[in-house]
């Protein structure tokens, strides 16, 4: 855990796809076009988080942790508020969770709750005005010890085909929850789209989208859309 801890960067490992289509979850890549958050914005803030739960709530988590009786992901929806100069936590709630007894996928969001009291991450020159995040990340179970076990389960849940369409963080990554507007700028058309970065909602239109607070990130703990996580 301390070589997680102390935090490393490891390449594009596992090669994301940015997620997209319709408002029903899709299982194929979004059509083509460009979204207003960029791929290279969303791995910084997917990175941002995760400094945010490596550092402040993974240690605090991990004895509770080692008590799930199960193996799997657990992915839990987080509403962070602005308060001062941090983002602090309010609510939180399971989304989706692999794990075969119900029972244990609520000792994983005990476990969680209780760690993120007290914590929250900074707000930053490029928050401006934003009042709240919304933050959908997956958490696998058991926790690795090193980077290697990180590594060895992203590859072992991707089973040599590459990342499944449609996810946040590569193989280990949940579906996105987020939404943002793709454009053509040569058309003039736009859409809205699931995502794994950028707003909790969004109405388009072929001339523009109008995008809804909280911002909005999806991601998992040992993952970014590129690869394996920096923090």
Known sequence: MRRLLAGAFVGLMVIGVRAGGSQSRPEMPPPEGIPSVSCMQAMALQNRMNRYFHRAVVPRMVSCWRGIRDAGTVSISFDYQRSGDQFVPRASK?????????????????????????????????DKDIPAFALHWSFPVPMPEDLDAAAARIVMLDNGSGPRAGQCGGSEGPKPACSDCFFVPFASWSWCSWSCAGYSGCKGADSGCDLYPPKCVTGSLFGNIGGLVAY
């Open 94 to 126: 399971i989304r989706e969770s692999t794990l075969a007894a119900p029972v244990e996928t609520e000792r994983a969001l005990a476990c969680l709750q209780s760690a993120i009291v007290g914590t929250g991450f900074a707000v930053e020159a490029e």
